[in-house]
């Protein structure tokens, strides 16, 4: 219990029903992500990387597939967020987010 209120006075929220409505947006967004970026991988022709039997095919499947992931990621955790009615707290985390990795200046 003491981790709960250490999460909820970091985040800054003060009900358990919003903790959990955040935590499910995290493990759906988290899953759709991978999901919708599938057949953008296709598209793009990545998934044949994955056949090459050369050592390097794999590595660089999944570390671009990764990469690729990410902005998915970033889009739908906001997208969900606001269909759950947490638009606020997730565009403040995304925000952070960016400009923690120095990317502030994509920021309206």
Partial sequence: MAGMKKLKARWGITSNTQL???CVVFA???S???WVAKPFLHWIRLDSLKEIT???GPWIYWSLR???IFPFYQVLLVLFGWLFG???FFWAF???MLKR????????
């Fill in 20 to 22: 959990l409505i955040i």
């Fill in 28 to 30: 759906i967004t988290g």
């Fill in 32 to 34: 759709a992500s991978v």
């Fill in 54 to 56: 050369e050592w390097w």
């Fill in 66 to 68: 990764i990469l690729l």
């Fill in 86 to 88: 947490q638009f606020k």
């Fill in 94 to 96: 995304e925000k952070k």
């Fill in 101 to 108: 990795l120095g990317l502030g200046a994509l920021l309206p």
